[in-house]
């Protein structure tokens, strides 16, 4: 199973959500998918989607899949990171009106260069980061909070 989970902040996660339907319309993903969408004013049509869900069940979607496709939050991250699931992270952007800045590009490249999870900065790469990760083994994670949180405090701020 596949986890879609975008937040939720008051932004929409629009472009995401159109590219993973557009994939299992074209039977270029074939497993079961859900998604919790937040603020997205865009409704999928080929997989199942709540607005919001409550942390119980968030935690139980979240122990059942294989892969979350998630935004650029670092606690959706690490919670999946945790739990051995297989991450792709894709920004939220200024540009498309996801969010206030692009932060969240600096937070997956972190991420991405510790070797915790996939990132896909263009979304026509999603089907191809989808099969990357199943074949892929990332870095496990070591809780070290709080020196992973001064890395990328220290990368956003130029200081790496």
């Known amino acids: 199973m596949i986890f879609i989970?975008?937040?939720t902040q008051r932004f929409q996660f629009n472009r995401l959500?159109?590219?993973v339907d557009k994939l299992i319309e074209e039977k270029k993903l074939e497993e079961e998918v859900f998604a919790q969408i937040g603020y997205s004013t865009y409704k999928p049509k080929f997989y199942e989607f709540k607005d919001f869900i409550n942390g119980e069940e968030y935690d139980e979607v979240l122990r059942k899949s294989e892969i979350v496709?998630?935004?650029g939050g670092t606690g959706t991250?690490?919670?999946a990171v945790k739990l051995y699931k297989k991450v792709i992270a894709v920004p939220r952007l200024k540009a498309f009106s996801e969010h206030v800045d692009d932060h969240?590009?600096?937070?997956?490249n972190e991420f991405s260069e510790i070797g915790f999870l996939e990132k896909v900065e263009d979304l026509s790469n999603l089907n191809e980061?989808?099969?990357n990760v199943r074949k892929h083994e990332f870095k496990e994670y070591v809780s070290n909070?709080?020196?992973i949180i001064l890395q990328?405090?220290?990368s956003i701020e130029g200081e790496v």
């Not at 969240?104 to 997956?108: G, L, N, S, V």
């Open 69 to 71: 496709i998630t935004h």
């Open 104 to 108: 969240q590009i600096q937070i997956i």
């Open 152 to 154: 990328i405090e220290k």
């Open 129 to 131: 980061a989808i099969i």
């Open 145 to 147: 909070t709080s020196n």
């Open 5 to 7: 989970t975008v937040g």
């Open 77 to 79: 991250i690490i919670k």
């Open 17 to 19: 959500l159109k590219v």
